[in-house]
């Protein structure tokens, strides 16, 4: 291919993507990159072919590169299900490829940095680099696995295991620094220092990776390790003016804290000691927003269920026709009770596979990151505890849409006519959605007022994909943990028959740990159910 024709060939596939950056929100448009890679390979080795004599060091990168994407491209899914697999694509195509741009343009050069310029600009951004790190970190403190455990690759499931370098454990480490996470600092630069001192070969020094380190530590009150490390790199590059300077300061702390401790003996003898930073050689996890956090991720671990035998008792399986729909009584649905109080079933061959394909297709050049609904102002907004990209799907856009919809209305008994619109969600990196309500609260009124169907009385969630770990939908307030399974749907009821809102349904969907997951949803409203749900005689009925 000439090198004109096959600029324009790769400019035509870069304007089908999204222009704007947060790749790392969903691993279905992450597989994207994995062709895109691909691409630059080949147009790299078509270069190294015409420049082989003065770019030996560019074709060792090509070579390297080769055999990586060759392995990436048979299946772009499974490749990404592993975390690790797609943090590094996204640190490559943001840091690396920029990288080697530079050093091509070293000489003189035609197609290759023509391919690479043009491409770039539609490649992942330091946004996308950071979320993609900062989805480590959310799997790293969910799942409770050390730094060593992620920088391995040693995740359950995983088809395509890949291991974080010297210098991908520095760059994570950056990160947290840069967003002032010094508790994430501390870890992925004491796993980088590890691997260097292993001696894993390496750009990194161990002069870089002391620097952040140590000030790091500095900032959680442990002077003593502070001033170790801060020796050992000066003892490496005793002209490092910053370490020097810390080092006199962190004397200085540390002989105004003997004297305070001096003083304080001298008036009370009894005096107990202060509680030491540092536990077992670990610093503790700051706290967060998320009151119930601990139970949230204990839920995700599947730990902490409250799926007690007596409970277990009161769950039952049953052939389900939609109280006598027609439709259903030849050919009912498979109802398993997921959990009693509040009301959890679970309905199995909802969508077929070739349905669940073709939902995906329809959705994939739509997905756009997940919003939510202001509770003030009713207005959709992107928000940082929900990691996804989804879109919208109308029944005139095809007319299998048309067929689930009418499918969730014979299961449910509820009527799709004031129903949100079929909602298709993809996760990426870490994909979660942290504990929230399904349905309005007293104190967001107009949440709902613009759609003018009252508030969600019901939500039907599809599951549209196995996943490997992870990805669990729990439910913090009574200890519920339900596994995705493809081609099953699970139901509840947000609202109880007096319109009250079910406080208990708040959920979560739990960071995905290695897979690729896929969901729709319909929000069935009050308006329309009148009738087909009538009031109870209490308020909690």
């Not at 975390?83 to 035609?110: F, S």
């Not at 950071?130 to 060593?148: I, V």
């Not at 979660?432 to 709902?448: G, I, L, T």
Request: with cysteine; aromatic share 10%.
């Amino acid at each position: 291919m000439k090198p004109c024709l096959q600029l324009v060939f790769f400019t035509c596939i870069f304007l089908t993507w999204h222009a704007e950056a947060e790749f790392f929100t969903s691993i279905g448009q992450m597989t994207d990159l994995i062709y895109a890679e691909k691409d630059l390979v080949q147009s790299l080795k078509e270069y190294i072919r015409a420049e082989e004599d003065k770019l030996a060091q560019i074709k060792s990168w090509a070579e390297k590169m080769d055999v990586l994407t060759s392995k990436s491209t048979s299946d772009p899914e499974g490749y990404l299900a592993h975390p690790v697999n797609a943090y590094k694509l996204v640190k490559r195509l943001n840091t690396d490829w920029l990288e080697l741009e530079n050093l091509v343009l070293q000489d003189t050069t035609n197609g290759f940095i023509t391919n690479l310029t043009i491409q770039r600009q539609f490649f992942p951004t330091e946004e996308d680099e950071t979320g993609a790190a900062k989805a480590l970190m959310r799997l790293q403190d969910t799942y409770k696995l050390d730094p060593e455990t992620l920088a391995q690759g040693n995740l359950p499931g995983t088809k395509y295991r890949s291991s974080l370098t010297v210098g991908d454990c520095f760059g994570m480490g950056k990160t947290a620094y840069n967003d002032g996470d010094y508790y994430h600092t501390v870890l992925w630069m004491e796993q980088a220092l590890k691997q260097h001192d292993e001696g894993e070969e390496t750009t990194v020094s161990k002069v870089e990776i002391l620097d952040y380190l140590s000030y790091a530590v500095f900032q959680f009150g442990d002077l003593h390790r502070a001033m170790e490390l801060t020796r050992r790199l000066i003892t490496l590059d005793s002209t490092h003016e910053r370490a020097g300077s810390n080092l006199r300061y962190f004397e200085k702390l540390l002989e105004k804290e003997r004297e305070e401790e001096e003083k304080e003996k001298s008036i009370n003898k009894t005096m107990t000691a202060t509680e030491p930073v540092v536990q077992n050689g670990a610093y503790g996890r700051p706290l967060d927003y998320l009151p119930e956090r601990d139970i949230y991720e204990a839920l995700c671990r599947g730990e902490g269920v409250k799926m007690t035998p007596r409970r277990q008792k009161r769950l039952f399986c049953r052939y389900h026709d939609g109280n006598r729909n027609p439709h259903l009584l030849i050919a009912p649905f498979k109802e398993e009770d997921e959990w009693d109080s509040p009301h959890i079933v679970r309905y199995y061959e909802v969508m077929s596979d070739e349905e669940i394909e073709k939902i995906k297709q329809l959705a994939k050049p739509r997905l756009a990151r997940a919003t939510v609904r202001d509770p003030k102002t009713g207005v959709l907004t992107v928000a940082s505890y929900r990691v996804s990209k989804s879109s919208w799907l109308e029944e005139d856009d095809d007319p299998v849409v048309a067929k689930v919809n009418q499918r969730m209305q014979q299961i449910t008994g509820l009527t799709v006519k004031t129903a949100e619109l079929l909602q298709v969600a993809n996760y990426g990196m870490g994909g979660q959605y942290e504990p929230h309500f399904d349905f309005s609260r007293k104190d967001e009124p107009d949440a709902f007022k613009r759609l003018g169907t009252g508030n969600r009385v019901a939500t039907f969630l599809n599951y549209m994909s196995d996943v490997e770990a992870g990805g669990a939908t729990v439910f913090p307030d009574f200890g519920a943990a339900i596994w995705p399974k493809k081609g099953t749907a699970v139901f509840w009821y947000n609202l109880f028959r007096s319109g009250e809102g079910d406080y208990r349904t708040r959920h979560a969907a739990c960071p995905v740990l290695v897979g690729c997951k896929w969901v729709s949803n319909k929000w069935f409203h009050e308006r329309g159910n009148e009738f087909l749900r009538p009031c109870g005689r209490t308020e909690v009925d």
